[in-house]
């Protein structure tokens, strides 16, 4: 890592500890002093234990849930560091929440996600580095530079060394889940060299998937689903389905970035067709939320690697080449 004269401290909210304390690690760092906790109504507080003036800040964060409560401690400790006097302030949000919501769907619909990146350039972030944002334009929404780290790249390495994958050779079908994610599973199809198919689905409310088709060959073959994020898992669990019931698919796995999980998802998921579910650590999941059948990828060697090249002023692209 070359340095630029100022020193560089990482910080870490609440939301994903063990993830930051791993990226610390592989910078061969420790995770700066800072006390994140709330008041007794529920207000968020924040204590910065050293100083940080003129230094540059990287603040880990991922906005899942609880959502807001993370949200506001990026916020607040993001406003601590500025009046702090820190040289340069970059929010590390693996997990950027309310990412959906990027485009007014029906009349009177808020764009929250530009909200949101409002929000963060307001508390004082100079910068943004992140992965797999839901909707790539939300990358505009921010009047600051973003790094926008990539996930397939990460579980296609992971994936490739799978036996799965090496028994099934030829026979191995890479498939989006929709059509909005068709580019994510062409470059997995293309690391992988496999061949690609596509759910075509209707989405009559929110949550809600019906599967309309099959578009690609899967009869008698292995498939993997790759997709952004898993919610409710409604959506892969029935496209898992009907990959066996209607194109004849002999065995389902799945991959995704962001592993939300929430309501339903863990009962849907462990009684699915579905044999593995690769996921990154963008979001930490608690005990009760982790099944046999889920395998964890750490993301934190790709954002330890970001992060110094964000501190010595080069390029991430590097990264993938």
């Known amino acids: 890592m070359i340095a630029h004269g100022n020193k560089v401290k990482l910080f870490c909210g609440n939301a994903c500890k063990g993830l930051a304390e791993a990226i610390a690690q592989n910078m061969r760092m420790k995770l700066s002093e800072a006390e994140v906790s709330k008041f007794s109504d529920g207000e968020i507080s924040v204590s910065i234990g050293e100083s940080v003036r003129g230094c540059d800040v990287f603040v880990i964060q991922s906005t899942s849930i609880p959502t807001n409560d993370n949200l506001m401690e990026l916020l607040v400790m993001i406003d601590a560091l500025k009046r702090a006097s820190a040289g340069r302030i970059t929010a590390v949000i693996p997990y950027f929440g309310y990412a959906r919501q990027d485009r007014k769907a029906r009349a009177r619909d808020p764009i929250t996600a530009k909200l949101v990146a409002d929000l963060i350039t307001t508390a004082g972030a100079d910068r943004v580095l992140t992965m797999d944002l839901h909707a790539s334009q939300i990358q505009g929404f921010f009047n600051i530079p973003v790094d926008h780290l990539l996930g397939a790249p990460i579980l296609a390495n992971a994936i490739a060394n799978e036996e799965f994958i090496k028994e099934a050779g030829d026979d191995l079908v890479v498939v989006s889940p929709d059509v909005g994610s068709v580019g994510r599973a062409r470059q997995m199809a293309q690391k992988l060299n496999k061949t690609l198919a596509i759910v075509d689905k209707r989405r009559p409310k929110a949550n809600v998937m019906e599967v309309m088709n099959i578009i690609g060959d899967v009869k008698g073959k292995r498939c993997l689903i790759l997709d952004d994020m898993i919610d409710t898992a409604g959506t892969i669990v029935q496209g898992a389905k009907a990959l066996v019931d209607v194109g004849g698919a002999t065995d389902v796995y799945a991959c995704c970035t962001h592993s939300v999980l929430s309501g339903p998802a863990i ?19 608690p005990q009760e939320k982790k099944l046999d059948k889920f395998i964890t990828v750490s993301v934190a060697p790709i954002f330890a690697a970001a992060i110094s090249c964000i501190y010595a002023d080069m390029p991430v692209s590097k990264l993938y080449d």
């Open 267 to 285: 009962e849907r998921l462990q009684n699915s067709v579905i044999k593995k579910l690769f996921m990154l650590d963008t979001i930490e999941l």
